[in-house]
């Protein structure tokens, strides 16, 4: 399994970012849980969002809930975070992630990651 992120960058609080995560080498990309995590300088990495591939439920940290979107794009295997009145403890390493399951979880230890992308929010 490779995961490919994408769309990080620098913006202003309050302006939006999409991350991109492509995913390949999946069999069924219904039988995964996908997701995004990130990690500040000193600080322990942390599930941000994520999304069970076969159902489309997701979970939302509550530091994120109500400005971060999770979705995936079947057909592209492709999921997407948007990012939406962003505040400048968002500032991270986000990386996307992929384990086998059936059922929804969001624990940073995932069997599959990317490379990770820098996010950077000014005040």
């Known amino acids: 399994v490779q995961l490919v992120e994408s769309g990080g960058g620098s913006a202003q609080a309050g302006g939006s970012l999409r991350l991109s995560c492509a995913v390949s080498?999946?069999?069924?990309?219904?039988?995964?849980?996908i997701g995004w995590f990130r990690q500040a300088p000193g600080k322990e990495r942390e599930g941000v969002s994520c999304?069970?591939?076969?159902?489309?439920?997701?979970y939302y940290s509550h530091s994120v809930k109500d400005r971060f979107t999770i979705t995936s794009d079947h057909a592209k295997k492709t999921v997407y975070l948007q990012m939406d009145n962003l505040k400048p403890e968002d500032t991270a390493v986000y990386y996307c992630?992929?384990?086998?399951?059936?059922?929804?979880?969001?624990?940073?230890?995932?069997?599959?990651w990317g490379q990770g992308t820098q996010v950077t929010v000014s005040s």
């Open positions: 992630a992929a384990s086998y399951s059936n059922y929804l979880y969001c624990r940073p230890d995932f069997n599959s």
């Open positions: 080498g999946f069999t069924q990309f219904d039988d995964y849980v």
């Open positions: 999304l069970l591939s076969v159902d489309g439920s997701a």
